[in-house]
Structure formats: structure tokens, C-alpha cells
């Protein structure tokens, strides 16, 4: 299968400063890309959908101000945590899908665990 | 809307055990059917795609059917072993521009030595 690689798998920032996340598809070219995040024993939850060259779509109650995605090329995806608060600790995963001709599946990256002091 | 279920949300089986797990949706209007296995702490893997126009996906011990007019799917695991241990995710592709999966909340395995 295709493989999607995330940087950093962890990272500690403090209250107040910006986090960047990328994501990288290293064997196929991704059009669409997504960002999620998940908090303890639950499950994903989309916060946005990032079109290689347009602005991203995000899901209601994302605040896009705050979470900002760059998708500069058809394989990396950026995501920027902006005046990160404590609330913002979670684990973010990326995704990747293959274009629709082939097959149209979804690759995730091995996710980072942000935590906020 | 969509809604993704998956039954059970827990299961516990002793090791060798074949099971079972069950995912359903609500709108048949589906591109692919996904399932995908997670483990604590980690990101998701791709266990199996089925696309729409398909009637079950087979990756080793593992074996995915999907039966789209009644919105079902079944994830069968043969002779299960101790590293399956793991959540098991389902999630469905919707049809149409709007593409996100739709998830379900899991089935969290244990299979036991």
C-alpha cells in the first residue's frame, strides 16, 4: 500500500506558540489530503479537507484561523497550530487519497501527539 | 446523513478463534467501504477497500464482504492471534462531490493467549 509519513510523532510546545505538522505522501501524488484529530478512546474527527493549490474546506466548528493548512504540492500537506492552548493537546493524523482512478483509497500517516504546557 | 454502527464495540475471544465484525451504514449512495485497524497510540492502517460495485475484498487471514443494498459490511478475521489485538475501524466513502469517510466508533479486540 502507499505510505503517507507525518513529522513530528511527538512534539511539547508551550502555551502560546505555533506547532507545524507535515504530512507527506512518498509514493503517490495526493490531490486531496485530510486532517483530523482524535482524543482519547474516541474516534477521528475531520477538521479539514486540503486541495493541492485551493484553500482547504473546514469542517463546523474548526476554526481555520487557529489550525492553518497549506497543501503547496501534491504531496505535502502542512498543518500550523497557531497560539496553541492546553485544549489543543490531542493526536493529529493526516490522510492522503489516492486519486479516484485508482481506486480512490485512504492512507493515513502514523499520527503526532501534540501536547500543550 | 450518513451513520456508521459497528457491533460489537468491545470483543474478547481466546486466541485461534475465527470472529466477526460487523459494520453497517445508513445510505447505500457509497464509493468504497474502508476498514482499517488502529492500534493504542498510533495512526491507521488500511486493512481492506471494497468499492461499491464490489462483493468482498480478501488480504490473508482477513476477509471483507459488503452487501451495499442492506448497508452492510462484515470484517472476518480467521484463527485469530494475540497481535490482532486492536481497534478495527469501518468507514464509508459517500458517493457524490462531497467525498469525507464516515466513521464508525470501532471494535475494540482482544484476543487473548
Known amino acids: 500500500g502507499a505510505v503517507v509519513s507525518q513529522h513530528p510523532s511527538r512534539v511539547i510546545c508551550k502555551s502560546g506558540t505555533s506547532v507545524k505538522i507535515e504530512c507527506r505522501s512518498l509514493?503517490?501524488?495526493?490531490?486531496?489530503m485530510f486532517w483530523y484529530r482524535q482524543f482519547p478512546k474516541q474516534s477521528l474527527m475531520l477538521m479539514a479537507t486540503s486541495n493541492e493549490g485551493s484553500k482547504a474546506t473546514y469542517e463546523q466548528g474548526v476554526e481555520k484561523d487557529k489550525f492553518l493548512i497549506n497543501h503547496a504540492s501534491l504531496t505535502l500537506s502542512t498543518l500550523t497550530v497557531t497560539s496553541a492552548h492546553p485544549e489543543d493537546s490531542s493526536f493529529y493524523i493526516c490522510s492522503a487519497r489516492v486519486p479516484s482512478g485508482r481506486g480512490g483509497e485512504q492512507y493515513f500517516g502514523p499520527g503526532t501527539r501534540l501536547t500543550v504546557t | 446523513k450518513q451513520e456508521v454502527t459497528q457491533i460489537p464495540a468491545a470483543l474478547s475471544v481466546p486466541e485461534g478463534e475465527n470472529l466477526v465484525l460487523n459494520c453497517s451504514f445508513t445510505?447505500?449512495?457509497?464509493?468504497?467501504l474502508q476498514w482499517f485497524r488502529q492500534d493504542p497510540g498510533k495512526g491507521l492502517t488500511s486493512l481492506l477497500l471494497?468499492?461499491?460495485s464490489q462483493r468482498e475484498q480478501t488480504s490473508g487471514r482477513l476477509n471483507a464482504s459488503l452487501d451495499k443494498s442492506s448497508g452492510r459490511s462484515t470484517l472476518y478475521i480467521a484463527a485469530s492471534q494475540p497481535g490482532d489485538s486492536a481497534t478495527y475501524l469501518c468507514a464509508v466513502l459517500n458517493a457524490g462531490n462531497n467525498r469525507k469517510l464516515i466513521w464508525g466508533l470501532g471494535t475494540s479486540l482482544a484476543v487473548n493467549p
Open positions: 471494497i468499492q461499491s
Open positions: 509514493d503517490f501524488q495526493a490531490t486531496t
Open positions: 445510505d447505500s449512495a457509497i464509493y468504497n
